[in-house]
Every structure is written in C-alpha cells, then in structure tokens.
C-alpha cells in the first residue's frame, strides 16, 4: 500500500509509519510540527519508501499519486497542548478532518481516524464500551478536544454512508513508549522524568483516579489490524487492566529503584478531567483478534532507556 498518516511525526505518528515500512509499505508523513518534531522521524531519513511533507492539514491537502489509505493522526493530544493551543485543537478535528476525507475520497482510499477515549468524557458507565455515548462538558476546558474528536467521528460516519468511504475509528486509550514528550504534562513522561532525578513522585489529591496503560506497540499493532478489517464503526483500543495513579507510581519508583518516594500534593483537577478510564476490549478482541501483549513493567523499561538519554540525571 501506499499510505498517508497525517501527525506522522508525532508520538503515535512515528511509530504508525516505523510499523508500515516493516511491513513493506510506502509512507508519506505529513505535519506541521505544532507539537511533532522531526527527531522522531529522523531515522528515516533517505528511506526510499518515506516521504515527509511539512504541512497544516487544516489547510487542502494535495498528495502526487495513488494512495490506498489515509491516516488522520493529526492532533494535539496532550492536556498540556490542546489547553494551550485550543483554537488549533478544534480546527484540525474539523478542519483537518474534513480536509483528510476528502483527500481519502479523491483517491478511493481507506480512511482511518485516531479518536479518543476522551469522547466518553467523564464516564458515568464503566469500563467504557463503543455504545456508551458518554459524559462530556462541550463548553469546558477539556471541550475543545473532546468535541474535535466527537466532531471528527461524526464527519467520518457521514463521509461513510454518503460519499461511500471506507472508513475505521479507532478510539485510543491511555498509549505511552518512547518518543513521548517529556514536557507534554501527562503522568508517564512526568514520573519517569522525576524517577530518574531521585525525586519524590508527585502525586495529586489521593491519587485515586484510575488510568488504563497501553504499549505503543500494542495500541500500533490494533491500528494496523483495524485499517485492514471490516469494520466500519468505532473500536476501542488500549489496555483492559485499569490502575490507580497512586498504584502507578509506586511501579514507576519499583522499576527506576529510585529511593524518592511519593508526595502527596493538593488535588489539581481540571474541570472535566475523568476520574475513571477503563477500556472495555471484547469488540477488539471478536473483530481484530486483538489484545494487549506487553506487560507495563516491561514497556516501562523500554520508555525509561528511552527517556534517560534526554534527562540529566544528578551526578
């Protein structure tokens, strides 16, 4: 196949394309480096199957060409990012995406979009299933994310049932590995960074709120199985074994042997955060023949060699 994947120099983008060219594929990445960067992607460089065009998806998009599928990771992703970045959140979930299905028309090219599990909001159902229509403030902060992706999933569909699009939608859980950003404000790359210096890992409130951790490697190798299905409407993808942060952290600092401990710091909630997040797989499972294989102290190990190279470590 000849594919595109829009944010392909991101965190998810990178290893899209790493895992397309290992199966033969050529990949044109394109981005706008917002928030990707080009050292993610660097080690392709003169790969005579890869292609890399800095550009705005948000704006038309033109590729050369035959294309058989279209990716569309483009996205701030991290609350740190669409907080800061809120306008350009929700034009490249509208936008953008629009722009995407109309390139994946043009060409008759599969369609598949990199959705969240932010659409369920703070859920009042759990774990989450693909039915459950979710709990999601449109007007708060976390709105500009949540309403990009619920928008984008909703553009996908009608492409799909009136233009005739094969379309897929994957909606992503909590994905960590290497090539995270250390600053993206998210807790991986946070108590890895603060492990590795010795310090204490902060952990906010009772550190009671439960998160779900999926290997990039896994959730790369479900996108991959979904884009070549059958199936046209959303698959939950991410890690079933859900964990508090606090629970989390006490792995973190086991797996580093730092001697820092944790410390408890008032709550710092933003208003719509969840609370809550567990993926409910079994449609992954029946369809993709699709679960988890990397254990979290294992990808853990491998996003600590990762990471230590870019943190300066005390003496």
């Known amino acids: 196949m000849r594919v595109l994947i829009t944010g392909g120099a991101g965190f998810l983008g990178s290893h899209l394309c790493d895992k397309f060219l290992t199966e033969g594929h050529t990949v044109i990445a394109m981005d706008n480096l917002i928030t990707g960067t080009t050292q993610n992607i660097e080690h392709l460089a003169g790969h005579d199957r890869f292609l890399f065009i800095k550009h705005d998806v948000t704006n038309y998009i033109y590729v050369e060409g035959e294309l058989d599928a279209v990716l569309h990771f483009a996205s701030p992703a991290s609350p740190i990012d669409y907080l800061t970045l809120p306008i350009q959140t929700l034009k490249v979930g509208a936008l953008g ?64 049932h009136f233009h005739g699009v094969e379309t897929r939608i994957a909606r992503i859980f909590n994905t960590y590995g290497p090539r995270m950003r250390l600053n993206d404000g998210r807790v991986v790359p946070n108590f890895i960074a603060q492990a590795l210096r010795g310090e204490p890992l902060t952990v906010y409130g009772a550190g009671d709120q439960t998160r779900s951790f999926c290997y990039v490697s896994d959730l790369v190798e479900g996108i991959y199985r979904l884009l070549l299905s059958d ?85």
Do not use: C
């Open 231 to 315: 199936e046209d409407y959303p698959v939950n993808l991410g890690n079933p074994e859900e964990m508090t942060i606090l629970e989390f952290a006490q792995v973190v600092n086991e797996v580093t042997g730092n001697p820092g401990g944790i410390v408890f710091q008032p709550e710092k909630r933003i208003e719509g955060d969840p609370q809550i997040r567990q993926p409910d797989i079994t449609k992954a499972r029946r369809v993709l023949g699709w679960e988890p294989k990397v254990g979290l102290r294992e990808g853990l190990e491998r996003t600590i060699e990762y990471f230590k190279d870019r943190i300066k470590v005390p003496g």
């Open 97 to 160: 995406t629009h722009k995407a299905l109309g390139l994946a028309k043009a060409k008759g090219a599969r369609f598949l979009l990199a959705s969240t599990s932010e659409v369920y909001g703070d859920p009042l159902v759990h774990p989450q299933s693909e039915d459950y229509r979710g709990n999601v403030d449109a007007i708060g902060p976390r709105g500009v994310y949540d309403e990009a992706k619920r928008f984008a999933e909703a553009i996908t569909m009608a492409y799909n």
